[in-house]
């Protein structure tokens, strides 16, 4: 085992247990801070796939920002506080964990699966490619060249997102 | 083409236009019941002209039929390409002349019977638009165009049934109407792609120049096919087990009974196995179901029709009762006589109704002045009504004598016809002399049950009520004149296609030859000896004159009481001191039980209970059941959706990574 | 020879983007207008006349395009430029314009004073055109999402109502967790092909040696999930019903009509397009779909007193029919769904309409019922109703008809001859639902003498009733111009190269 | 090459998620476990990325943008029903169903 996949293996270990956790949780900002430790393991494992940049902007942007507005919307519904379980009954609780597992044997095949030899980058391009053009520029390169139709759908998309929380949340009728 | 069959389109314009513009003036609420009428009336009027035009183009150079006239490509979807096209050829065209002749009278008839109702404008443009339909179901060139007149004539007819929407019942009636007529169009439907998927075509004249050559005679494809086409005839047709929506149909006005429900919507299916008669003769299974399930109706309609008070509901399954006999004729082959008694009965039929809504009118109106609520359709509230109706009395009588097949009126001669076809063709199987059998037995008790009505309406003492007798009279000439026509019409009608023995015979069945002569490759050679003819004549004769009078002595209007005052049926006590004392014992031995078991059997039991029970609103209330067991499962709890999206994202990724892994 | 943008230059992909762009700017533009004014109704009206102008003026560009069928230059490329394209960008862009035009009484008499309403609105027809238009997985899922956030907001526009709220939360969560299953499959055939773009995916999966093939075909399956849900297929319909009856009727229409118009636009392209060389593998599973969506979407629907609820399940019911278009897996199941696709829209906005006009404010139960004896008191609406409902039960002589013909040929093009049958009777068991409307309005008595008083239909609604069943009228009997456009559109869809692959 | 154990750990994460939606009623906790299986899919995204090429890592970055508009847009609406109900417990939002 190389060091780099025992590091994988470490935080793979870290996030399922996060995640474990983040889904059994009684209370909400527990669950919710446990996505943020998952979302932090994943940040690393994304830098060992080579995608340094996405890496930083899931700890930015997803656990950072996504996530606080999340704990804010808890605390601001003053949910944080334990009054009963949101969960089924053990019955419930056992049976769905059965369907989700039923769904993870039928997806973990996937493991096995190996993608088609003449679509495959030789190895160690994309490391080369972040090392020329920085993490960034690795990102930027296709994203406003390649992907620029996307990206301004995505301009609108958030534009519409805005106008529709506000409509909703605005307090005045 | 001759000119005026260039014009058949005009035959469908006049109704159409007549629908638009009295459904303008009912939706817009004018004031303009003159108006209203000469729209009705004049376009109908218009039509039947353009009829006779077309039909004496027709005749004048049959050799080229059948002309096909394309207004436009309708569907041009791949390669089930549709045109709205018309053809005109024998058939069609002494249909066109049948739908467009009655039609005309009937609105004729409904100016006088409708002329006080509030939705008069409403009722011509529903009766101008069921014209149209029936008119385009009549000239369709292919299967689609044909289904658009099938649906139509359903809609209108569903629409009219609940003419009078005050009352819940009538309304249901009209539902019941159309879902039936639903489940026989799903044969039709089916049938249709099935002819498509085997033809590759769905006009007439293709699909039966290349039936030939696409079917084997007698094969599983051929007779799926025809069968799912008779499914959507029973439905159309009113044949069992699809026939209980046709009595429930009566709710509507009468004249719309005379005209959708005796003369010419519920004969389309006759019309249709007639059209596709290639197609049924090559499939003999097909042929005798078709045969078979008629004479059955015929036979148990008529039984049914022994026991009813309500005149309309006589009536109603009388219509049931010839409807089979049609299909047995269409079903022996004797496509020809199927169209003949197809039109006869129009005329006689039509001309039954129309009396019977004399009749009821006049009651309606007796009751209405005296404010009673009696029910002006009950025979028990009739009886000697000639003295105040001696017209509508004598045309019924008529119309009478024509259904139940005294010689010399039209019923003789259609009736007697499809009987013998039948009967020439025992000497293949002895299944067809049981049809047969069950077709004499069957107008034995048409004679019986149609001079039991007469009896019980025209003759004997009155029973309407002191005080109402002083308002019944004969209804006026805008009424009597239809039933004048049409008695005239019942009485010659027979002309058109006298048997082979008698003089001058048969023009209708060399008119038709054109369009029947596909079939008669398939079909064996039937040949009676003029003897045995005139053997069947007299037995039919004989059968009709033993119906008739066996009622006229049987029955005894002067023991018969009033509806409001009717006992349980059990009034027998005193008629035991008659001096006809062996008429009672025939009375209790056979009438009795026959109509005991005609009311309380086959009516209540099998009709009201299993057909409509089980059958119509059973499997409807089944799938009612199962909605709302669906409705249950939307419990409203987020939880479950996901549940059941869960569980049908892992099936479905079962299915497609193919069961295994 | 028709006109070619080169959609490897910047100017060929802004011009490829041309309606999208127009719709976007004027969207943007009354984005400004809206947070200046926004306080009266005046100025919620003045929003609404603007944003049918708007999407006018990009319906006008759009069929400048189609009619000069422009094409593209270049191979690989984020957005297509086909009739298929421009006919669903129509279909849906007359969907919002048929909306915005109910609306604008609707909202007036529900009080809710609310001008975003139509800049959402607009929204969400660009997402619904870059999903139909779409030639990246990518692209279809940014604009599937952005229709979906904006009609999620839209669902809950009444803040004052308690059921809108219930209807935006269910359908917001239903549709996020759906949307996870969807970029699942997108994910895996990204990881099978290297490509999101469909034709490059087409070219792979149609070149593929299908050995060890678990990763495309889980893809595909995930990929039908997110697709079935957007369409509301059974098993993943349970949202619909829901959300449609909470959600103000204007967006239901608009979620009923244009939204599934969108969504099955996207689905056909991508199987058409990307996933044509494995059509066995998903016309199995939606031949599935499409029987039992038809069959429980009818079934269902029996039970229902509720008009608005009986047109939600009946909307699942032809998301079944248009299944079985897509079942065929041909282009000729493509031009059958944009015929049904453009008729449906068409009906099913005029039912709604004339369900909004016939509720009172603030009520939301209109059942069956209610309408009893409407023909009596406003006989044109009546008939309008009527016209919509036979056309919906696909009674001979309504665009209704055409269009379940249209189907059922692709259906019996292809040997789903079990499909055609299983709608053929569907359509019987749906007669036992629409014909009730038809009888309470025609054949019962109105249950007060000032029953159906309250009735209004506002100007631009009325022209949207008269409008809808003219043309379903003339559809029905003249079909074939739009047969013959519809059947165009789809043949656009019609993959390059047809590779048979066996399972 | 850590393709297959990422998209195992991908695979897990999703079920984890799909599982939590199953059995959470809260629905800001349903949403979390949303959060989680879009997570789970971006993994996948950006195993696929390093032997397809960085088209993988650019879907990741929209597919952030989506996540954020959609928690914007769904925290509203949970915000909204919130003044309805005063939860946001899902067993208690059923005045729609039939």
């Given at each position: 085992m190389s060091q780099t996949e025992a590091v994988f293996w470490f935080f793979a270990a870290v996030s399922v247990i996060s995640a474990f956790l983040c889904i059994t949780r009684r209370n909400p900002v527990a669950s919710a801070l446990w996505l943020v430790n998952t979302l932090f393991a994943l940040a690393a494992i994304f830098i060992l796939l080579d995608a340094h940049f996405i890496g930083a902007l899931q700890v930015l942007v997803y656990a950072g920002a996504i996530m606080v507005l999340f704990l804010f919307v808890i605390m601001l519904l003053n949910l944080g506080r334990d009054t009963g379980t949101d969960m089924l009954g053990w019955a419930g609780r056992i049976v769905m964990l059965a369907v989700g597992a039923l769904l993870a044997t039928e997806l973990l095949v996937l493991a096995r699966v190996v993608p088609d030899q003449r679509f495959v980058l030789p190895a160690g391009t994309l490391a080369r490619i972040t090392e020329e053009?920085?993490?960034?520029?690795?990102?930027?390169?296709?994203?406003?060249?390649?992907?620029?139709?996307?990206?301004?759908?995505?301009?609108?998309?958030?534009?519409?997102?805005?106008v529709g929380a506000v409509v909703l949340a605005k307090r005045r009728l | 083409?001759?000119?005026?069959?260039?014009?058949?389109?005009?035959?469908?314009?006049?109704?159409?236009?007549?629908?638009?513009?009295?459904?303008?003036?009912?939706?817009?609420?004018?004031?303009?019941?003159?108006?209203?009428?000469?729209?009705?009336?004049?376009?109908?009027?218009?039509?039947?002209?353009?009829?006779?035009?077309?039909?004496?183009?027709?005749?004048?150079?049959?050799?080229?039929?059948?002309?096909?006239?394309?207004?436009?490509?309708?569907?041009?979807?791949?390669?089930?390409?549709?045109?709205?096209?018309?053809?005109?050829?024998?058939?069609?065209?002494?249909?066109?002349?049948?739908?467009?002749?009655?039609?005309?009278?009937?609105?004729?008839?409904?100016?006088?019977?409708?002329?006080?109702?509030?939705?008069?404008?409403?009722?011509?443009?529903?009766?101008?638009?069921?014209?149209?339909?029936?008119?385009?179901?009549?000239?369709?060139?292919?299967?689609?165009?044909?289904?658009?007149?099938?649906?139509?004539?359903?809609l209108c007819s569903y629409l009219l049934i609940g003419f009078w929407f005050e009352n819940e019942a009538f309304a249901n009636a009209g539902k019941k109407a159309f879902i039936m007529n639903r489940i026989g169009d799903v044969g039709f439907l089916l049938a249709m792609f099935m002819i498509f998927q085997a033809v590759g075509t769905l006009s007439f004249i293709e699909v039966f120049e290349y039936a030939p050559r696409a079917f084997a005679i007698g094969g599983t494809a051929i007779t799926l096919i025809t069968l799912a086409l008779f499914v959507g005839a029973i439905g159309k047709s009113a044949q069992i087990p699809l026939y209980t929506w046709l009595p429930d149909a009566m709710a509507g006005p009468t004249p719309v009974s005379a005209l959708i429900h005796a003369a010419t919507m519920v004969t389309a299916g006759v019309y249709m196995v007639a059209r596709a008669n290639v197609l049924f003769a090559m499939a003999p299974i097909s042929s005798f179901t078709v045969a078979a399930v008629g004479a059955i109706t015929a036979l148990f309609a008529a039984t049914v029709a022994l026991k009813q008070w309500d005149i309309k509901k006589v009536l109603a399954y009388s219509t049931v009762s010839q409807l089979g006999y049609m299909f047995m004729g269409v079903g022996v082959g004797a496509y020809a006589a199927g169209i003949f008694h197809l039109t006869t009965h129009a005329f006689f039929k039509a001309l039954l109704f129309l009396g019977a809504g004399s009749v009821i009118h006049a009651l309606h109106h007796a009751y209405h002045h005296t404010h009673s609520s009696e029910e002006a359709q009950d025979m028990r509230n009739m009886g000697g009504l000639r003295k105040w109706m001696p017209l509508t009395a004598t045309f019924m009588w008529i119309a009478t004598l024509a259904i139940?097949?005294?010689?010399?009126?039209?019923?003789?001669?259609?009736?007697?016809?499809?009987?013998?076809?039948?009967?020439?063709?025992?000497?293949?199987?002895?299944?067809?002399?049981?049809?047969?059998?069950?077709?004499?037995?069957?107008?034995?008790?048409?004679?019986?049950?149609?001079?039991?009505?007469?009896?019980?309406?025209?003759?004997?003492?009155?029973?309407?009520?002191?005080?109402?007798?002083?308002?019944?009279?004969?209804?006026?000439?805008?009424?009597?004149?239809?039933?004048?026509?049409?008695?005239?019409?019942?009485?010659?009608?027979?002309?058109?296609?006298?048997?082979?023995?008698?003089?001058?015979?048969?023009?209708?069945?060399?008119?038709?030859?054109?369009?029947?002569?596909?079939?008669?490759?398939?079909?064996?050679?039937?040949?009676?000896?003029?003897?045995?003819?005139?053997?069947?004549?007299?037995?039919?004769?004989?059968?009709?004159?033993?119906?008739?009078?066996?009622?006229?002595?049987?029955?005894?209007?002067?023991?018969?009481?009033?509806?409001?005052?009717?006992?349980?049926?059990?009034?027998?006590?005193?008629?035991l001191l008659n001096k006809w004392y062996v008429d009672e014992i025939y009375d209790t031995l056979i009438v009795r039980p026959i109509m005991w078991v005609s009311e309380n059997v086959l009516w209540k039991v099998i009709d009201k209970g299993i057909i409509d029970g089980f059958g119509a609103n059973g499997s409807a209330n089944l799938a009612r059941a199962m909605g709302w067991l669906g409705s249950r499962l939307q419990t409203g709890y987020l939880g479950t959706y996901v549940f059941l999206f869960v569980l049908g994202a892992l099936i479905l990724l079962r299915v497609v990574t193919g069961w295994e892994l | 020879m028709w006109p070619v943008i080169d959609l490897g230059l910047p100017g060929g992909v802004a011009l490829a983007l041309?309606?999208?762009?127009?719709?976007?700017?004027?969207?943007?533009?009354?984005?400004?207008?809206?947070?200046?004014?926004?306080?009266?109704?005046?100025?919620?009206?003045?929003?609404?006349?603007?944003?049918?102008?708007?999407?006018?003026?990009?319906?006008?560009?759009?069929?400048?395009?189609?009619?000069?069928?422009?094409?593209?230059?270049?191979?690989?490329?984020?957005?297509?430029?086909?009739?298929?394209?421009?006919?669903?960008?129509?279909?849906?862009?007359?969907?919002?314009?048929?909306?915005?035009?109910?609306?604008?009484?609707?909202?007036?008499?529900?009080?809710?004073?609310?001008?975003?309403?139509?800049?959402?609105?607009?929204?969400?027809?660009?997402?619904?055109?870059?999903?139909?238009?779409g030639a990246d997985l990518i692209v279809i899922f940014l604009g599937l999402e952005l229709m979906s956030v904006s009609v999620y907001v839209l669902a809950g526009i009444?803040?004052?109502?308690?059921?809108?709220?219930?209807?935006?939360?269910?359908?917001?969560?239903?549709?996020?967790?759906?949307?996870?299953?969807?970029?699942?499959?997108?994910?895996?055939?990204?990881?099978?092909?290297?490509?999101?773009?469909?034709?490059?995916?087409?070219?792979?999966?149609?070149?593929?040696?299908?050995?060890?093939?678990?990763?495309?075909?889980?893809?595909?399956?995930?990929?039908?999930?997110?697709?079935?849900?957007?369409?509301?297929?059974?098993?993943?319909?349970?949202?619909?019903?829901?959300?449609?009856?909470?959600?103000?009727?204007?967006?239901?229409?608009?979620?009923?009509?244009?939204?599934?118009?969108?969504?099955?636009?996207?689905?056909?392209?991508v199987l058409l397009e990307a996933l044509g060389p494995v059509t066995v593998v998903w016309t199995e599973i939606v031949w599935w779909l499409a029987a039992i969506t038809m069959v429980v979407g009818n079934l269902v629907a029996l039970a229902q007193r509720n008009l608005k609820r009986m047109l939600a399940y009946s909307s699942i019911g032809h998301a079944g029919y248009l299944l079985t278009a897509v079942a065929s897996g041909t282009d000729f199941g493509a031009g059958a769904f944009l015929f049904y696709a453009f008729a449906y829209t068409i009906m099913t906005m005029g039912a709604f309409a004339i369900v909004a006009a016939a509720g009172r404010r603030g009520e939301r139960d209109l059942r069956v019922e209610d309408l009893n004896g409407l023909a009596k008191r406003r006989p044109w609406l009546a008939l309008a109703m009527m016209v919509f409902m036979l056309s919906l039960l696909g009674f001979p002589g309504t665009a209704g008809f055409i269009g379940k013909w249209y189907i059922l040929s692709a259906a019996l093009e292809a040997q789903n001859g079990l499909l055609a049958v299983v709608l053929v009777s569907t359509t019987v068991i749906s007669a036992g639902y629409y014909l009730p409307v038809i009888m309470a309005m025609f054949m019962k008595p109105p249950a007060s003498d000032d029953a159906h008083e309250h009735v209004t239909v506002t100007g631009a609604a009325r022209w949207v009733v008269a409008a809808t069943a003219v043309v379903l009228l003339v559809l029905g009997v003249w079909p074939g111009p739009a047969m013959d456009v519809a059947g165009q559109g789809g043949r656009d869809l019609r993959p390059s190269v047809m590779i048979t692959v066996s399972k | 090459m850590l393709l297959g154990p990422s998209l195992g750990l991908s695979a897990v994460l999703f079920s984890l998620g799909v599982a939590g939606v199953l059995f959470r009623r809260n629905a800001i906790v349903i949403f979390i476990c949303i959060e989680l299986m879009l997570n789970a899919v971006n993994l996948s995204f950006i195993a696929f990325a390093q032997q397809l090429g960085r088209s993988g890592q650019v879907i990741v970055f929209f597919v952030m943008a989506v996540a954020a508009a959609e928690a914007a847009v769904g925290l509203a609406i949970m915000i909204a029903i919130y003044r309805h109900k005063d939860t946001i417990d899902v067993r208690e939002i059923n005045l729609l169903r039939g």
């Amino acid at each position: 085992m190389s060091q780099t996949e025992a590091v994988f293996w470490f935080f793979a270990a870290v996030s399922v247990i996060s995640a474990f956790l983040c889904i059994t949780r009684r209370n909400p900002v527990a669950s919710a801070l446990w996505l943020v430790n998952t979302l932090f393991a994943l940040a690393a494992i994304f830098i060992l796939l080579d995608a340094h940049f996405i890496g930083a902007l899931q700890v930015l942007v997803y656990a950072g920002a996504i996530m606080v507005l999340f704990l804010f919307v808890i605390m601001l519904l003053n949910l944080g506080r334990d009054t009963g379980t949101d969960m089924l009954g053990w019955a419930g609780r056992i049976v769905m964990l059965a369907v989700g597992a039923l769904l993870a044997t039928e997806l973990l095949v996937l493991a096995r699966v190996v993608p088609d030899q003449r679509f495959v980058l030789p190895a160690g391009t994309l490391a080369r490619i972040t090392e020329e053009q920085g993490a960034v520029g690795a990102i930027a390169a296709p994203l406003f060249r390649d992907y620029l139709i996307p990206f301004e759908i995505t301009s609108v998309l958030l534009l519409a997102a805005v106008v529709g929380a506000v409509v909703l949340a605005k307090r005045r009728l | 083409m001759p000119a005026t069959v260039g014009w058949v389109w005009l035959v469908l314009l006049f109704p159409l236009a007549g629908f638009l513009a009295n459904g303008a003036i009912s939706v817009l609420r004018l004031d303009a019941k003159r108006a209203v009428t000469t729209i009705g009336v004049g376009a109908l009027v218009l039509s039947f002209l353009v009829a006779v035009a077309v039909m004496a183009g027709l005749a004048g150079a049959p050799a080229d039929a059948p002309y096909v006239l394309s207004l436009w490509q309708w569907m041009p979807a791949g390669r089930l390409e549709i045109e709205l096209a018309l053809q005109v050829d024998q058939l069609s065209a002494m249909m066109l002349l049948v739908v467009t002749g009655v039609s005309m009278v009937i609105h004729v008839f409904s100016v006088g019977y409708m002329g006080e109702d509030p939705g008069y404008a409403r009722y011509f443009s529903y009766l101008n638009l069921f014209v149209f339909f029936m008119l385009v179901l009549v000239l369709g060139a292919n299967f689609p165009v044909m289904f658009v007149g099938w649906e139509g004539v359903g809609l209108c007819s569903y629409l009219l049934i609940g003419f009078w929407f005050e009352n819940e019942a009538f309304a249901n009636a009209g539902k019941k109407a159309f879902i039936m007529n639903r489940i026989g169009d799903v044969g039709f439907l089916l049938a249709m792609f099935m002819i498509f998927q085997a033809v590759g075509t769905l006009s007439f004249i293709e699909v039966f120049e290349y039936a030939p050559r696409a079917f084997a005679i007698g094969g599983t494809a051929i007779t799926l096919i025809t069968l799912a086409l008779f499914v959507g005839a029973i439905g159309k047709s009113a044949q069992i087990p699809l026939y209980t929506w046709l009595p429930d149909a009566m709710a509507g006005p009468t004249p719309v009974s005379a005209l959708i429900h005796a003369a010419t919507m519920v004969t389309a299916g006759v019309y249709m196995v007639a059209r596709a008669n290639v197609l049924f003769a090559m499939a003999p299974i097909s042929s005798f179901t078709v045969a078979a399930v008629g004479a059955i109706t015929a036979l148990f309609a008529a039984t049914v029709a022994l026991k009813q008070w309500d005149i309309k509901k006589v009536l109603a399954y009388s219509t049931v009762s010839q409807l089979g006999y049609m299909f047995m004729g269409v079903g022996v082959g004797a496509y020809a006589a199927g169209i003949f008694h197809l039109t006869t009965h129009a005329f006689f039929k039509a001309l039954l109704f129309l009396g019977a809504g004399s009749v009821i009118h006049a009651l309606h109106h007796a009751y209405h002045h005296t404010h009673s609520s009696e029910e002006a359709q009950d025979m028990r509230n009739m009886g000697g009504l000639r003295k105040w109706m001696p017209l509508t009395a004598t045309f019924m009588w008529i119309a009478t004598l024509a259904i139940v097949g005294v010689p010399g009126f039209s019923g003789f001669f259609s009736k007697d016809e499809i009987l013998a076809a039948t009967f020439a063709r025992g000497h293949e199987a002895a299944a067809f002399y049981v049809l047969w059998a069950v077709g004499v037995v069957t107008a034995l008790l048409t004679a019986f049950y149609m001079t039991r009505l007469m009896i019980y309406t025209f003759h004997g003492p009155n029973r309407s009520g002191e005080k109402e007798q002083q308002h019944l009279h004969e209804s006026p000439w805008v009424m009597t004149g239809p039933l004048l026509v049409l008695a005239v019409l019942a009485i010659v009608g027979g002309l058109i296609n006298l048997p082979a023995v008698l003089p001058g015979s048969g023009w209708l069945h060399h008119w038709l030859e054109p369009v029947t002569e596909l079939s008669a490759a398939y079909l064996p050679e039937v040949h009676l000896s003029h003897s045995t003819e005139w053997v069947l004549l007299g037995f039919a004769t004989l059968v009709a004159a033993l119906g008739i009078i066996g009622a006229w002595r049987l029955l005894k209007p002067a023991a018969l009481k009033p509806a409001r005052e009717a006992p349980e049926e059990t009034g027998i006590q005193k008629v035991l001191l008659n001096k006809w004392y062996v008429d009672e014992i025939y009375d209790t031995l056979i009438v009795r039980p026959i109509m005991w078991v005609s009311e309380n059997v086959l009516w209540k039991v099998i009709d009201k209970g299993i057909i409509d029970g089980f059958g119509a609103n059973g499997s409807a209330n089944l799938a009612r059941a199962m909605g709302w067991l669906g409705s249950r499962l939307q419990t409203g709890y987020l939880g479950t959706y996901v549940f059941l999206f869960v569980l049908g994202a892992l099936i479905l990724l079962r299915v497609v990574t193919g069961w295994e892994l | 020879m028709w006109p070619v943008i080169d959609l490897g230059l910047p100017g060929g992909v802004a011009l490829a983007l041309l309606p999208e762009l127009v719709l976007t700017g004027c969207a943007l533009c009354l984005t400004i207008l809206v947070a200046w004014r926004h306080r009266s109704e005046e100025d919620q009206l003045l929003v609404g006349y603007l944003a049918a102008v708007g999407l006018v003026l990009t319906a006008a560009v759009v069929v400048v395009f189609w009619v000069s069928d422009v094409r593209a230059g270049g191979l690989e490329s984020m957005i297509a430029l086909d009739g298929f394209r421009y006919l669903t960008d129509l279909i849906v862009l007359l969907g919002a314009l048929l909306t915005v035009l109910l609306s604008l009484g609707y909202l007036g008499r529900e009080r809710i004073l609310v001008p975003e309403y139509f800049l959402l609105l607009l929204y969400a027809t660009v997402g619904m055109m870059f999903m139909g238009g779409g030639a990246d997985l990518i692209v279809i899922f940014l604009g599937l999402e952005l229709m979906s956030v904006s009609v999620y907001v839209l669902a809950g526009i009444d803040r004052r109502s308690v059921f809108c709220a219930e209807a935006a939360l269910k359908y917001f969560l239903m549709g996020a967790f759906a949307s996870a299953f969807l970029l699942y499959g997108i994910a895996l055939i990204y990881g099978f092909t290297g490509t999101t773009n469909l034709g490059l995916i087409y070219v792979q999966t149609a070149t593929w040696v299908f050995q060890e093939n678990t990763m495309l075909l889980i893809g595909i399956g995930m990929l039908l999930v997110g697709f079935a849900f957007k369409v509301a297929a059974v098993p993943f319909h349970m949202w619909t019903p829901d959300v449609y009856d909470g959600a103000p009727t204007p967006i239901t229409a608009f979620m009923a009509a244009a939204v599934k118009a969108a969504a099955f636009a996207a689905m056909l392209r991508v199987l058409l397009e990307a996933l044509g060389p494995v059509t066995v593998v998903w016309t199995e599973i939606v031949w599935w779909l499409a029987a039992i969506t038809m069959v429980v979407g009818n079934l269902v629907a029996l039970a229902q007193r509720n008009l608005k609820r009986m047109l939600a399940y009946s909307s699942i019911g032809h998301a079944g029919y248009l299944l079985t278009a897509v079942a065929s897996g041909t282009d000729f199941g493509a031009g059958a769904f944009l015929f049904y696709a453009f008729a449906y829209t068409i009906m099913t906005m005029g039912a709604f309409a004339i369900v909004a006009a016939a509720g009172r404010r603030g009520e939301r139960d209109l059942r069956v019922e209610d309408l009893n004896g409407l023909a009596k008191r406003r006989p044109w609406l009546a008939l309008a109703m009527m016209v919509f409902m036979l056309s919906l039960l696909g009674f001979p002589g309504t665009a209704g008809f055409i269009g379940k013909w249209y189907i059922l040929s692709a259906a019996l093009e292809a040997q789903n001859g079990l499909l055609a049958v299983v709608l053929v009777s569907t359509t019987v068991i749906s007669a036992g639902y629409y014909l009730p409307v038809i009888m309470a309005m025609f054949m019962k008595p109105p249950a007060s003498d000032d029953a159906h008083e309250h009735v209004t239909v506002t100007g631009a609604a009325r022209w949207v009733v008269a409008a809808t069943a003219v043309v379903l009228l003339v559809l029905g009997v003249w079909p074939g111009p739009a047969m013959d456009v519809a059947g165009q559109g789809g043949r656009d869809l019609r993959p390059s190269v047809m590779i048979t692959v066996s399972k | 090459m850590l393709l297959g154990p990422s998209l195992g750990l991908s695979a897990v994460l999703f079920s984890l998620g799909v599982a939590g939606v199953l059995f959470r009623r809260n629905a800001i906790v349903i949403f979390i476990c949303i959060e989680l299986m879009l997570n789970a899919v971006n993994l996948s995204f950006i195993a696929f990325a390093q032997q397809l090429g960085r088209s993988g890592q650019v879907i990741v970055f929209f597919v952030m943008a989506v996540a954020a508009a959609e928690a914007a847009v769904g925290l509203a609406i949970m915000i909204a029903i919130y003044r309805h109900k005063d939860t946001i417990d899902v067993r208690e939002i059923n005045l729609l169903r039939g």
